[in-house]
């Protein structure tokens, strides 16, 4: 059983930074490619980054390029979001995800097979 676990979440003013991290547990993390997604309420949960399992290939949607960057370590079995810039409309859930195949950020939830409880990001203005 895999099993991600997200911290690193909080509340910060727009501008600042946050990164969080994501540690998994359970089977060989190194042959997973991961993602983070986010979520507010009323709306769909969406893909922000992605990234393969050597860590060699990143993705990202439009509105955080520049801004965030994913990484991973495995000797760790962690990945990392370090968002920087933060802006109110980053205010969301934020998962962590493991799935087979890297697909970038066209991937959706179902491409992916684990994920983890979230942790809340609140940007306030």
């Known amino acids: 059983q895999v099993q991600p676990v997200e911290s690193g979440g909080g509340l910060v003013q727009a501008g600042d930074s946050l990164r969080l991290s994501c540690v998994i547990s359970?089977?060989?993390?190194?042959?997973?490619?991961m993602a983070w997604f986010r979520q507010v309420p009323g709306r769909d949960r969406e893909i922000v980054a992605a990234?393969?399992?050597?860590?060699?290939?990143?993705d990202y949607v439009d509105s955080v390029k520049g801004r965030f960057t994913m990484s991973r370590d495995n000797s760790k079995n962690t990945v990392y979001l370090q968002m920087n810039s933060l802006k109110p409309e980053d205010t969301a859930v934020y998962f962590c995800?493991?799935?087979?195949?890297?697909?970038?950020?066209?991937?959706?939830?179902?491409?992916?097979?684990?994920w983890g409880q979230g942790t809340q990001v609140t940007v306030s203005s």
């Open positions: 995800a493991a799935g087979s195949v890297y697909f970038g950020v066209s991937a959706s939830m179902t491409q992916y097979d684990y």
């Open positions: 359970g089977r060989t993390f190194a042959g997973y490619a």
């Open positions: 990234i393969d399992w050597s860590g060699g290939r990143t």
